[in-house]
């Protein structure tokens, strides 16, 4: 109740600074939405020259939730590859992190792109999906949001997930324990281990069912948008009702990457290198007890969702 108090609260303190502007997403409901919008101008705030042709910065009109190594960034760059879509560099961790989020939606708005009118803002946190305040909080923001949600097999995202924290030690030169000594308790499964839960996505998925309906939160699969990006990439443009800009010929299979990259005007790039790393090879036994761990959440997942997913 606090945390909704206080989103109230900052959202009556932000709108009472602020101008309207048109409204600019096609089939989003008016009300809070609408306010949200003028909240969204803050034009009093941008130093005079900043906002070049009309351009400002707007709250996110959609936000990638998560998960974390779901294929995140892949999802926003690809999004990226639309002309009406303004995506924020960085991972903003406003609703998550109190330093930031006490500080309120003008210090939101203030991490967005300048966009035109007729673009959508988009950002990616993907700690945002199994935080347990941020439905509440994004809410709050508008309720009308449209989410987005990539999520690829438990499993796998586990060795990810594992893969990340290793590597940001070999950077530091710090020794970082196998996933093996985080994966086995006393010769059983180590359910304590914080990316078994990061994996389970009922539980996470239920908090965000208590305050968005199933048809505000698409669900990317992660696994499909590595082998195959395009089709994925249409769905997300028709959720969001983009128009259909982007093409197969933004795609290219890089064999020494291993990965779909991206072709956007004669420029091509890859993720970079963080992205796509290889798994640490764990006894199949193992790995068999994970896929078995996460069996029973799985069809839970898919009962919650009404959808199921290739998964182990
Ligand atoms: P791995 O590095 O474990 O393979 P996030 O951006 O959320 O951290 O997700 C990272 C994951 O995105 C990578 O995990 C990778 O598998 C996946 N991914 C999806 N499409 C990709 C692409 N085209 N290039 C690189 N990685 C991609």
Known sequence: MAP???GAVMLVAQLQLVPSRPAVVPGNEPGQLE???KAATLQEEIPDGAAPNGSAQQLPQTIIIGVRKGGTRALLEM???HPDVA???NEVHFFDWEEHYS???GWYLSQMPFSAPHQLTVEKTPAYFTSPKVPERVHGMNPAIRLLLILRDPSERVLSDYTQVFYNHVQKRKPYPSIEEFLVRDGRLNVDYKALNRSLYHLHMENWLRFFPLRRIHIVDGDRLIR????EIQKVE???RLSPQINASNFYFNKTKGFYCLRDGGR????HESKGRAHPQVDPRLLNKLHEYFHEPNKKFFELVGRTFDWH
């Open 4 to 6: 909704l108090l206080l």
């Open 35 to 37: 306010l949200v919008r």
């Open 79 to 81: 999004l990226s590859l």
């Open 87 to 89: 995506a924020a560099e």
């Open 103 to 105: 500080q309120g939606l």
């Open 228 to 231: 195959d990006p395009f089709p």
């Open 238 to 240: 028709r959720f969001l």
């Open 268 to 271: 091509d790039r890859c993720l």
